[in-house]
Structures are given as C-alpha cells and as structure tokens.
C-alpha cells in the first residue's frame, strides 16, 4: 500500500523532471550543459568534467541502487525480519580503496589539464592587461599604446524594468575586446579597486584580479565569433552589471581595428586643444555622468546616504575647481571613488566636472576645460 | 579535559590566526605564492654562473592606485635576459600635481613560480617616495633572475602599483 | 566543576522539583533541556529571518530585470540570508540539539558548565539583534558577501561594518564557550561503564565538532579583528597599499571557513547514525570505521582550505596539493553512506517521518558530495567557481544534508522532549512537500551554473530566465513548507498522542531505555546502569 503511494509519488516527479529536460532541451537557448568552449583548454576542461560526472553518475546509480533495493524489499510490511551483521573488515577495507582508485584515475588527466592551464612556457603572441574597476573594465593592449574602457552597453541600461526581448540583456558592452584568433593571447589581471574576476565561459578563463597583485592566464581562440562573459567576484553594488564581450576576428581585422582605435585616440586629443563652450560640455557632461558617475552618486546626484556622498550641495563640488578636478581625475584613495584619468579623455573629464558644478541643483557657474584636465594628468 | 585547560585551546587558535600572517609570509617567500619578490645583497650574484643558452623575455607594468596624480611608466616595455644575469629597468614617474604627494609602490611578479627566482639588488619597493609638485623622477631597478629558475617559464611579468599615502 | 553541576543529586530526595515559572525560568536557566530548547527555538526564529531574505533574493530573481529592489540591497540579502543561516540557524539548531541530548545520551545529569551555558545562549539574541539591526542604518547591512573579503569588507565597506564585526566576535565567544562545555561534559561526566567507544555516534560527531569549533572560531575572530584594526588603527593586513595581502584574507577566512563546513555537517551524521538503525530493527554498520570517518574527515578539513580559492593565482603546486587533498575527503565522506546504505540492507524497515527526512537527507546529500567532488577538480574548478553550480552545491549540502538532519532530529527525538507524538500524517505531508519543492529549487540551479550564471547577482541575461522562475517557484514552496513545520512544531508542544518511554519499536540508547517521556526536568540525577 505505501509501496504503490511512494511509487506513484516517485512516478510524478520522474516524469516532471524528464518534462523539464525535454522541454529545455527543444530550445537551444536553454543551456543546460558547461560550454565546450573555443580554446584547447576549454575542451580539456569539459571533457574532464564530463568524466567526472559520469563517475558520479555510476557510483550514485550503484549507492542509490542499493539503497532503493533495500527500500523495497528489505521493508517490514513485506515481513523482512532484520539480520543482525554489523561489521566486515573486508568490505569496509574494499569500499576505502575502490573509491581511492577511482580518484587516482581523476586526479591523472586532472592534473596533466592543469599542467597545460598554468603554462608559462611558450611565449603569447599579444599582451592584454584586465585592469578590473567597480563596475567596469580596463583593457590595455601593453604592445600597441591602445587602451579603452568597456562598460555595460546602454541598451541593457535602458530596460532594466523590463528586459523582454532584450538580446544580450546584459551581457553587451559599449566596446568589447578585440583579439585575434588563432594566436597565443596572454591575460594580465589587475584591479584598481576590490577583487574582480574576469570570465568568458568559451575561452576557459576566470581570474581573479587583486589589487597591487599581477595574475596570469593564457588563451588561443580557435573560432571566430562573439563570446560574452561576466564578472565571477563580488565586487560591490553594481558586480552584476560589469559584463565582459571577447570579438575574436582574423588577424587582418584585428589590425585593422588597431588602426582604428589608434586613429579614434588621435581625434580625441584633437578635440581637447579646442575651447568648448558652456552648453557643448553640459550636454557632454550629462552623458559623461550617467554612464559613468550615476551609478554610485544617483541620477539626480543625490547619492547612497552613508555608502555614497551625493553630488548636490557637495562641499568639494561648491568648492575650488582644482580639487573637485583632483578627486574625479585621480580618485580617493581608501574609498570607492576610482580615478578617472584612465577611464575618460580630458574632453570628456572637463565635460562632467562642468556638469556636476553646474546641474544636479549646483550652480557654481564656473567652467573647466580640457585644457585645465590635461594640466592635472 | 578540564574546562580550563580547554579555554587555552581557543586562546592559543586566536593567536595563531595572527601567526598566520608571518607564517603566510614565510610560506609566500618559498613558494612564490603571491608574486611577492626576492631580494639579494649586489655582491652575492656570481658573474660566472650566466645561462646564455636560456633567454626569458620580462615585461614591466607600472600602474598608479586612487588618489595619487602620478603618471608612471616603464622606459621600456620589456626585456630579453639571460638567467643569472644583473639588468636595470628605469621607470619613470611624474606628478601633475602642484602639491607635495607621497607613495608607495608595490611590486608583483606573474607567474608566481618565477617570483621566488626573481631576486632585485636595487628597488624602490615598499619605501614611501615623496614627489615635489610637478615633479619627474626615474626609478631604477636592478634584478637577477635566478639560474635555478625552472624550464617552463619563458615569460615574466613585473609589475608596480603605487599606492597614495596621503591622508585625508 | 564535576561536584557543582551535581549538587541537585545531593539533595536528591527533591530531585524532581520543576522549572521555575515565568518569563525568569528561561532568562536565569542553567538546565540543560531548558538551554537546549532555547537554541532550537532561536534557530527556528533565525531560519524563519534568513528564510524571508531567501524569498526576496528569489523574488528579484523570479524574472529577469529590476522589479523589486536594488542591487545594493540585494547584495545585503545575499550576505545577511549567508551570515544568518549560517551562524543563527544551523549553528545554533545544532547546539541546541546537543544541549538536549548529549547529557541524556551519556547519562550525566546536566551539562558540565550549566552557569557558563546560560551564558553562551544569551550572547546570541545580542549578537543577532546588532547583526539585523544594520539593515536599517544608514549606509546597510554588510553587502559583501558572507564570506566578506577584503578589500571589499574593509576599504570599501560602510561603517556598519564594525557592528557585523562585533556581531562575529560575540557569536565566536558563544560557539566556544558552548563548544568547551560540549567537550568537557563528554569527557568528564559519563555514566560509569559508558566507554568512548559505546557513545552514541551524535556524541562522537558532536565531540570532534567541539573540537574543530575551539580550533577555527578563534581564528574567524582573529580575522574580523585583523579587519577591525585595518579599518581604523592604521594596520595593513589586508592592504596591499601598506605591504598587506588582500588574498591573505582569503587564507585566513578559508582556514576557518573549511572546517566550519564540517562543523555544519559533522552532528548531521550524528543524527542519521541514530536514526537509520531505529527504523532498520538492525544496529549501525561499522560503528567503529564510523568514528575514524569522522576524525578523519574532520582533520582533513584543516588541510584544504585554498580549494575555495582556486582562482585567486596560486602556484601550480598549491592547486595539486589542494585538489589532491580535497578529493581525498570524498573517501571518507563515501564509507558513511556506504555503511548507512549497508546498515538498511536486509533490515526491517518502516518509514515513520523521521526515517524519510533521514532517507532524503542521504540521497540529497550524496549528491551535493558528487558536486563537491567536481568542484574539486582544480582545473574543471575554473568554470564552475563562483556560479550557480556553487551555489547548488553547498545548498544540496546544507539544506537538504544539514537542515534536513535537524528536522529528522526533530521528529525523532520529539516525542522524548515532549511526551507527545507529532501528527504522522502531517509529518510526511511535510517531508514530500519540503522535498519536491527543494529540488526543484535548487536543482535547476546546476544548470544555470554550468551555463556560466554567476552567483551574487541580482539580474540576468534572458537565457537564465526559465530556470530561474522554476527555481524561484520551489523556493517559494519550500519557504511555505517551513511555515507549515512551525504549526506542526506548535501543535506537537501543545498536545498529541502519549509517547512510550522508548517511543519506536527499535530505538536504543539511554535515552529511549532509562528515561520516560518527557524526562523529568532533572535526569539521571543518579548515574543509570550502562549496558
């Protein structure tokens, strides 16, 4: 009687469970397996997960077996009368080396995938520091004087409310990383503020990015296309927001694209020679703002009372223009206010400054410009 | 046990969480665990034990934590050595402020195995530096990697944060 | 101290007097049932707190964008839900259940400290008040994670943060004294003829867990004060601007932090070491090879604290070393439940509620131990840390393994604390509406995990959306069925069927074969014969 309850129970959540695997398994969006990745370590990696599970897999079906056996047979409705055996050295003695030797047969591939995920031997091809930044972050390609930022992509900001139909939600940036494939790319990982770690499922690597700390690691890409990633580290209020897109391209378009960026970098030093007039860097400056300086200081500059100071009626904001110039180019040490002169050209450093002087309920009603940020550089 | 002598076991685990920190040291110097770096006296480097037949390419990074207006950099980006023997590296730093700033920089070597090979005669580490307004200073620093340093590393990176350590 | 916590046997001809009345009984108790029943109370309360948090983290998640709150403050649910259940609701279910059982389990008539127990009880509603308290300061409760690495916790953090830091120290002072009490009532004040040996297993585990807590608890309380003079007498543990390490912190969270996780887990084995043999009619497999598991075990656990750690950039032979020693623990982990598995075999088994939430706990268990040996796999470690997959993990550990080992204990042993037998039916209505929604709870969160969903975030992409909804959808149901298990506790308190003084047909121990049900507010205030 409680055989065919539980049975029928048993039944139920099989069957509802099975449902849940085929229905995700009819739409490709639903993951339900660890990427194989495009790297040759992504691929060692999952194989040797799989292995791993499947081991799991044949010992629960031997220890669960067992058990489910005895549950239905050895029970006292059917009139099982208990034995009375309570120790046997031999078995014990069988059942620590069995496991023993199944874990040395993980531990040999796992440690050659290990050897090969640590290596240091061959020289990379190209050197990209991660700096990681609260809630952002830096690349610099050591190599090639090229350096941007790369924040969570506006289009995601916009619908947080209601993300529906949002491809990417989340996951694009406003400029992602470009390398190319093919090639020996060597990460250097480092934070400019609390620990981050950099993860792109496809290409095998999480990192952890510490402060006044160097970290390594390496990737060869192996197919072109689009890999996203996000940040693995608590980093503070916005750690969710701080995804990671990889472009992996030829290497024709990658120098390509160097090009670019360098002649991109080139205007923008243009730009800064000029004098702007008030309503120019106001209106830059409120760009400036919200991508960069709302999320901590709030749209309207009114801040997290006792996590973040706000900008309206700020003490350093009403003040000289120097020190308001010094906290937002070079930070705060010993607090969450990052430096920005890494992050923002001086057009756009003098662009909000003179918005947080002038908007957010402030009226100082002077005027900075690029000229007086590329003094404070 | 009496109840006593039990308490002296919780007394003696707090002072050993704070023994953790010298003994992590240790361990860090031995194992290379957190790129932390060695370094030896200029007369103790013998001139004679050069490895020629190895070449290891070192890459310097210079970075500059919050709050300090300093622009720092590396002369150059990187290096060709030899095991075994004495380079200089030269950073450069400037400050763009008009104030006086103080500093500190921290150094980390990547991979960490390399770190315990990687021993500097002369360094700027973990001393404060005090920078005149707009002033510019070149940082040198003369290191030796090691002969004993193993097969597989063929790439080093060496690395300096400075940290403000202006109050307020 | 032997002589003072006897002095009720040397008037024993009033033995039996009862409480005190009123509100000053439970403010001024040094009786051991009294103490016992005060921590599983404050668990209960403290689950139900850290069990609302886990409704709005699964509220916000239920759907993918902003709808009910912002990301700081989920970061402080994430951390408070962490902190609370760790330290305010297993912890203390746990001494709360050692409390009520060791002294009756080893025939002693209280505890060897009883003024000191008192004590360690009444630290905790402090600690805890501060702790939540927080939540309504200006600048929030700690939203940096439980595990609260620095620089994060420190350069970073708000200045309430002293008072999360105060809150730990308290509850560390609470656990050791508890623990201290623990052991010197097992070594000192055994019934004459109960051997080590002959103990029940809850003692031994609850032995070696005392041990572990007087070894870690000191070293967490050593780590938060690190933290409490970086951020304000100018030290630089963690503070790589002054010469510190922050991934030193790491070490010493982790040096604590691992074995913690045996102290959680450790008196579950305890518990369905009891209760598996009750309900097969067939005494415990391999009770001795049980012991050394568990030592084992618990001295493995000082040794693999960086596995947590994998991708903080440790030398290649720090991650050997750790993956090695880790995947080392599954072996004993593996001979429990082969002899608890072994110990069913060719029983006579009944399936009352404590034997089903002891079934459950092993099978769910088993697989959180499965997921912890994958996790262990350093380099496979790359793609599952800090994901979902983590997160499934040590919930399969922790609430099907830990938290269901308490409710077992509780349907167990209740009927002994109260004389009443709980209600049959509603048990099991528990145990299976518990069971599917906790599984479908958490279940599907190896698969957004393996699908490369971080933890600790408050919003996700849409392709995590389905099995978030369903996972939200459990949560909600199992939340529910723990506010089910408060009315079946209440109604069992109040009343029920009369309890035998062995209470099942196949339990054993001094308990269930000296004493009645309840036990007499003073027990075995003379030593009972020892078979």
Request: some cysteine; charged content about 15%.
């Given at each position: 009687m409680i055989f065919n309850k539980l049975s029928r129970r048993f039944l139920v959540v099989v069957t509802g469970l099975v449902s849940m695997f085929s229905m995700s398994a009819a739409r490709a969006e639903y993951e339900l397996n660890m990427t194989q990745g495009v790297t040759p370590i992504s691929q060692d990696i999952y194989s040797l997960h799989m292995l791993v599970f499947w081991i799991c897999v044949v010992i629960g079906v031997v220890v669960f077996g067992a058990m489910a056996w005895s549950i239905l047979h050895h029970r006292k409705s059917k009139g099982a009368v208990a034995a009375n055996f309570h120790e046997s050295t031999t078995i014990e003695i069988v059942w620590t080396v069995v496991p023993l030797l199944i874990l040395i047969g993980i531990a040999i591939p796992a440690t050659g995938t290990l050897l090969d995920l640590e290596d240091a031997k061959t020289n990379a091809d190209i050197t990209l520091q991660v700096t990681g930044i609260q809630w952002k972050w830096k690349y610099t390609y050591v190599d090639e004087d090229v350096s941007f930022i790369s924040s969570l992509a506006q289009s995601s900001r916009d619908v947080m409310s209601d993300p529906t139909g949002n491809e990417n939600y989340l996951l694009e940036v406003d400029e992602p990383v470009v390398?190319?494939?093919?090639?020996?790319?060597?990460?250097?990982?480092?934070?400019?503020?609390?620990?981050?770690?950099?993860?792109v499922p496809e290409l095998a690597v999480k990192q952890d990015s510490v402060p006044g700390f160097?970290?390594?690691?390496?990737?060869?890409?192996?197919?072109?296309?689009?890999?996203?990633?996000?940040?693995?580290?608590?980093?503070?209020?916005?750690?969710?927001?701080?995804?990671i897109v990889v472009n992996a391209v030829s290497e024709a378009e990658y120098e390509q694209w160097l090009v670019s960026k360098k002649e991109e970098a080139a205007a923008a030093a243009a730009s800064a020679e000029q004098e702007w007039s008030m309503k120019d860097l106001l209106a830059r400056g409120e760009t400036v703002y919200q991508a960069n300086c709302s999320a901590c200081h709030g749209p309207t500059g009114a801040g997290i009372p006792g996590a973040f100071p706000a900008m309206t009626g700020s003490p350093l904001v009403l003040g000289d223009a120097a020190g308001h110039i010094d906290v937002v180019v070079n930070g705060k040490a010993g607090t969450a206010m990052a430096a920005f002169k890494g992050q923002l050209n001086d057009v756009d450093l003098a662009a909000v400054v003179t918005y947080e002087r002038n908007a957010l309920g402030n009226s100082v009603g002077d005027m900075v410009q690029p000229s007086a940020i590329k003094n404070a550089r | 046990m009496s109840p006593l002598k039990l308490a002296a076991i919780p007394l003696l685990m707090f002072g050993f969480g704070f023994a953790l920190v010298p003994l992590y040291d240790v361990f860090c110097d031995i194992t290379g665990l957190n790129g932390k770096t060695g370094r030896i006296e200029a007369a103790e480097i013998d001139a004679s034990q050069v490895d020629t037949s190895r070449t290891i390419e070192v890459r310097?990074?210079?970075?500059?934590?919050?709050?300090?207006?300093?622009?720092?950099?590396?002369?150059?980006?990187?290096?060709?050595?030899?095991?075994?023997?004495?380079?200089?590296?030269?950073?450069?730093?400037?400050?763009?402020?008009?104030?006086?700033?103080?500093?500190?920089?921290?150094?980390?070597?990547?991979?960490?195995?390399?770190?315990?090979?990687?021993?500097?005669?002369?360094?700027?580490?973990?001393?404060?530096?005090?920078?005149?307004?707009?002033?510019?200073?070149?940082?040198?620093?003369?290191?030796?990697?090691?002969?004993?340093?193993?097969?597989?590393?063929?790439?080093?990176?060496?690395?300096?944060?400075?940290?403000?350590?202006?109050?307020? | 101290m032997y002589t003072e916590t006897t002095h009720d046997a040397a008037h024993g001809e009033h033995h039996d007097h009862g409480p005190a009345k009123g509100l000053m009984r439970w403010v001024t108790t040094t009786n051991h049932k009294d103490i016992g029943t005060l921590y599983l109370w404050l668990a209960f309360i403290m689950l139900l707190y850290g069990?609302?948090?886990?409704?709005?983290?699964?509220?916000?998640?239920?759907?993918?964008?902003?709808?009910?709150?912002?990301?700081?403050?989920?970061?402080?649910?994430?951390?408070?839900?962490?902190?609370?259940?760790?330290f305010g609701a297993i912890m203390p279910a746990f001494v709360g259940l050692a409390n009520w059982l060791v002294p009756i389990m080893i025939g002693a008539p209280d505890m060897a400290l009883p003024r000191m127990n008192n004590w360690s009880f009444w630290i905790l509603p402090f600690a805890f008040t501060m702790l939540a308290s927080t939540t309504f300061m200006e600048g929030g409760a700690p939203a940096f994670g439980w595990t609260f690495y620095a620089p994060l916790s420190t350069t970073f953090a708000p200045d309430t943060t002293d008072f999360f830091i105060f809150a730990v120290h308290l509850m560390g002072i609470s656990s050791v004294m508890g623990a201290i009490n623990i052991i010197a009532t097992i070594l000192n004040m055994r019934a004459p003829g109960m051997t080590l040996m002959k103990m029940p297993l809850f003692v031994w585990t609850w032995l070696i867990t005392a041990y572990l807590l007087i070894a870690v608890m000191p070293v967490l309380a050593g780590a938060v004060t690190m933290m409490l003079t970086d951020r304000h007498f100018g030290t630089s543990f963690f503070d790589a601007a002054g010469g510190g390490d922050p991934v030193m912190f790491q070490h010493v969270f982790w040096f604590f932090g691992h074995p913690e996780v045996y102290i959680m887990i450790l008196p579950a084995f305890g518990v369905i070491s009891a209760i598996i043999p009750t309900f097969a009619r067939k005494p415990l497999f391999g009770y001795s090879s049980m012991v050394y598991a568990t030592a084992s075990i618990a001295i493995l656990s000082f040794m693999v604290w960086a596995h947590h750690m994998f991708t903080v950039g440790m030398p290649v032979a720090g991650e050997l070393y750790f993956m090695y020693a880790t995947i080392l623990i599954s072996v004993p982990t593996g001979v429990k439940?082969?002899?608890?598995?072994?110990?069913?075999?060719?029983?006579?088994?009944?399936?009352?509620?404590?034997?089903?939430?002891?079934?459950?706990?092993?099978?769910?268990?088993?697989?959180?131990?499965?997921?912890?040996?994958?996790?262990?796999?350093?380099?496979?470690?790359?793609?599952?840390?800090?994901?979902y997959f983590v997160v499934a993990h040590f919930h399969y550990v922790l609430v099907t393994g830990a938290l269901y080992s308490i409710i077992a204990a509780f349907y167990y042993w209740v009927p002994k604390w109260t004389g009443h037998m709980y209600d049959e039916k509603l048990g099991k209505i528990h145990f299976w509406w518990s069971t599917i929604a906790v599984n479908v709870l958490f279940f599907p969160q190896h698969f957004v995990g393996l699908a490369g969903m971080p933890r600790r975030i408050p919003d996700y992409s849409l392709q995590f959306a389905e099995f978030n909804a369903i996972s939200s959808i459990g949560g909600f149901a199992f939340g529910l069925a723990q506010v089910f298990f408060l009315y079946i506790v209440i109604k069992t308190i109040r009343g029920g069927e009369k309890a035998t003084a062995q209470v099942w047909e196949g339990a054993t121990g001094l308990e269930f074969e000296q004493l009645p049900s309840p036990p007499p507010y003073h027990s075995f205030t003379e030593a009972p014969p020892v078979r």
């Amino acid at each position: 009687m409680i055989f065919n309850k539980l049975s029928r129970r048993f039944l139920v959540v099989v069957t509802g469970l099975v449902s849940m695997f085929s229905m995700s398994a009819a739409r490709a969006e639903y993951e339900l397996n660890m990427t194989q990745g495009v790297t040759p370590i992504s691929q060692d990696i999952y194989s040797l997960h799989m292995l791993v599970f499947w081991i799991c897999v044949v010992i629960g079906v031997v220890v669960f077996g067992a058990m489910a056996w005895s549950i239905l047979h050895h029970r006292k409705s059917k009139g099982a009368v208990a034995a009375n055996f309570h120790e046997s050295t031999t078995i014990e003695i069988v059942w620590t080396v069995v496991p023993l030797l199944i874990l040395i047969g993980i531990a040999i591939p796992a440690t050659g995938t290990l050897l090969d995920l640590e290596d240091a031997k061959t020289n990379a091809d190209i050197t990209l520091q991660v700096t990681g930044i609260q809630w952002k972050w830096k690349y610099t390609y050591v190599d090639e004087d090229v350096s941007f930022i790369s924040s969570l992509a506006q289009s995601s900001r916009d619908v947080m409310s209601d993300p529906t139909g949002n491809e990417n939600y989340l996951l694009e940036v406003d400029e992602p990383v470009v390398l190319p494939i093919n090639k020996k790319i060597r990460f250097l990982f480092h934070s400019s503020d609390v620990i981050h770690a950099w993860w792109v499922p496809e290409l095998a690597v999480k990192q952890d990015s510490v402060p006044g700390f160097i970290n390594d690691s390496w990737a060869t890409i192996e197919e072109p296309g689009i890999y996203r990633g996000q940040c693995a580290e608590l980093c503070g209020k916005d750690h969710g927001f701080m995804p990671i897109v990889v472009n992996a391209v030829s290497e024709a378009e990658y120098e390509q694209w160097l090009v670019s960026k360098k002649e991109e970098a080139a205007a923008a030093a243009a730009s800064a020679e000029q004098e702007w007039s008030m309503k120019d860097l106001l209106a830059r400056g409120e760009t400036v703002y919200q991508a960069n300086c709302s999320a901590c200081h709030g749209p309207t500059g009114a801040g997290i009372p006792g996590a973040f100071p706000a900008m309206t009626g700020s003490p350093l904001v009403l003040g000289d223009a120097a020190g308001h110039i010094d906290v937002v180019v070079n930070g705060k040490a010993g607090t969450a206010m990052a430096a920005f002169k890494g992050q923002l050209n001086d057009v756009d450093l003098a662009a909000v400054v003179t918005y947080e002087r002038n908007a957010l309920g402030n009226s100082v009603g002077d005027m900075v410009q690029p000229s007086a940020i590329k003094n404070a550089r | 046990m009496s109840p006593l002598k039990l308490a002296a076991i919780p007394l003696l685990m707090f002072g050993f969480g704070f023994a953790l920190v010298p003994l992590y040291d240790v361990f860090c110097d031995i194992t290379g665990l957190n790129g932390k770096t060695g370094r030896i006296e200029a007369a103790e480097i013998d001139a004679s034990q050069v490895d020629t037949s190895r070449t290891i390419e070192v890459r310097f990074l210079a970075n500059t934590n919050t709050g300090l207006p300093w622009d720092f950099q590396p002369l150059v980006k990187k290096m060709e050595i030899h095991p075994g023997q004495v380079y200089e590296a030269v950073f450069r730093v400037r400050s763009a402020s008009d104030r006086t700033t103080l500093g500190q920089a921290v150094p980390s070597v990547s991979p960490g195995l390399a770190a315990e090979h990687f021993n500097k005669t002369e360094c700027f580490c973990f001393t404060e530096q005090e920078l005149a307004g707009r002033e510019t200073l070149d940082m040198p620093v003369r290191f030796v990697v090691g002969t004993g340093i193993s097969d597989n590393i063929e790439q080093i990176t060496l690395s300096y944060t400075f940290f403000s350590l202006d109050k307020g | 101290m032997y002589t003072e916590t006897t002095h009720d046997a040397a008037h024993g001809e009033h033995h039996d007097h009862g409480p005190a009345k009123g509100l000053m009984r439970w403010v001024t108790t040094t009786n051991h049932k009294d103490i016992g029943t005060l921590y599983l109370w404050l668990a209960f309360i403290m689950l139900l707190y850290g069990g609302s948090m886990a409704m709005i983290i699964r509220l916000e998640l239920f759907q993918p964008g902003l709808q009910w709150v912002e990301p700081h403050f989920f970061n402080q649910m994430t951390t408070m839900h962490g902190l609370v259940m760790v330290f305010g609701a297993i912890m203390p279910a746990f001494v709360g259940l050692a409390n009520w059982l060791v002294p009756i389990m080893i025939g002693a008539p209280d505890m060897a400290l009883p003024r000191m127990n008192n004590w360690s009880f009444w630290i905790l509603p402090f600690a805890f008040t501060m702790l939540a308290s927080t939540t309504f300061m200006e600048g929030g409760a700690p939203a940096f994670g439980w595990t609260f690495y620095a620089p994060l916790s420190t350069t970073f953090a708000p200045d309430t943060t002293d008072f999360f830091i105060f809150a730990v120290h308290l509850m560390g002072i609470s656990s050791v004294m508890g623990a201290i009490n623990i052991i010197a009532t097992i070594l000192n004040m055994r019934a004459p003829g109960m051997t080590l040996m002959k103990m029940p297993l809850f003692v031994w585990t609850w032995l070696i867990t005392a041990y572990l807590l007087i070894a870690v608890m000191p070293v967490l309380a050593g780590a938060v004060t690190m933290m409490l003079t970086d951020r304000h007498f100018g030290t630089s543990f963690f503070d790589a601007a002054g010469g510190g390490d922050p991934v030193m912190f790491q070490h010493v969270f982790w040096f604590f932090g691992h074995p913690e996780v045996y102290i959680m887990i450790l008196p579950a084995f305890g518990v369905i070491s009891a209760i598996i043999p009750t309900f097969a009619r067939k005494p415990l497999f391999g009770y001795s090879s049980m012991v050394y598991a568990t030592a084992s075990i618990a001295i493995l656990s000082f040794m693999v604290w960086a596995h947590h750690m994998f991708t903080v950039g440790m030398p290649v032979a720090g991650e050997l070393y750790f993956m090695y020693a880790t995947i080392l623990i599954s072996v004993p982990t593996g001979v429990k439940v082969f002899n608890w598995v072994t110990t069913m075999w060719k029983g006579s088994m009944t399936f009352e509620t404590p034997m089903l939430w002891a079934l459950g706990f092993i099978v769910m268990f088993t697989i959180g131990g499965f997921s912890g040996l994958m996790l262990g796999v350093a380099p496979v470690d790359t793609q599952y840390h800090d994901t979902y997959f983590v997160v499934a993990h040590f919930h399969y550990v922790l609430v099907t393994g830990a938290l269901y080992s308490i409710i077992a204990a509780f349907y167990y042993w209740v009927p002994k604390w109260t004389g009443h037998m709980y209600d049959e039916k509603l048990g099991k209505i528990h145990f299976w509406w518990s069971t599917i929604a906790v599984n479908v709870l958490f279940f599907p969160q190896h698969f957004v995990g393996l699908a490369g969903m971080p933890r600790r975030i408050p919003d996700y992409s849409l392709q995590f959306a389905e099995f978030n909804a369903i996972s939200s959808i459990g949560g909600f149901a199992f939340g529910l069925a723990q506010v089910f298990f408060l009315y079946i506790v209440i109604k069992t308190i109040r009343g029920g069927e009369k309890a035998t003084a062995q209470v099942w047909e196949g339990a054993t121990g001094l308990e269930f074969e000296q004493l009645p049900s309840p036990p007499p507010y003073h027990s075995f205030t003379e030593a009972p014969p020892v078979r």
